[in-house]
């Protein structure tokens, strides 16, 4: 726990004193992927993804999203323990899909994968300082997903 504690305080000092945003959101989801992959049930045979912030996050009303490829889409507005939660709920979408393309059965499927994602997201969440006031209950992630 002590060497947990030590690790998310470099990275969010790293986060947040890095002067090059770019590199500070590839080495948080380098770390993020890191424990998705603890995590979840998902094999990682592949590179972590690449962050890159757009509006088109906020304008689609989302904090982050993830349409295949190697790229998670991310709001440029987001910190600190938002950013953490949004960056990992994408990196289990990734995951997911292994980096390959979102299809059909993403559409079919959509309530599954997102609980998925919502369940692990929560289970990360619960592991970090301050992170359990980010953990949604299902009626709220109903409510958000409308599943």
């Not at 992959?37 to 094999?43: A, K, L, N, Q």
Request: contains cysteine; negative net charge.
């Amino acid at each position: 726990m002590r060497l947990l504690l030590l690790v998310l305080g470099m990275i969010a000092c790293l986060s947040a004193c890095e002067k090059d945003q770019f590199t500070a959101d590839q080495r948080l989801a380098r770390y993020l992927y890191k424990e998705a992959c603890r995590i979840s049930s998902y094999e990682c045979r592949i590179k972590p993804p690449v962050v890159r912030r757009t509006e088109l996050a906020a304008a689609r009303g989302m904090w982050g999203f993830y349409t295949g490829g190697n790229i998670i889409w991310i709001d440029p507005d987001i910190d600190g323990t938002l950013l953490w939660s949004t960056v990992f709920h994408e990196i289990i979408h990734y995951l997911q899909f292994q980096g390959g393309t979102v299809g059909m059965e993403f559409e079919l499927l959509y309530c599954v994968y997102e609980w998925n994602a919502q369940d692990y997201t929560n289970e990360f969440l619960a592991s970090i300082p301050g992170g359990e006031s980010y953990i949604r209950d299902y009626e709220v992630w109903k409510g958000i997903y409308q599943c």
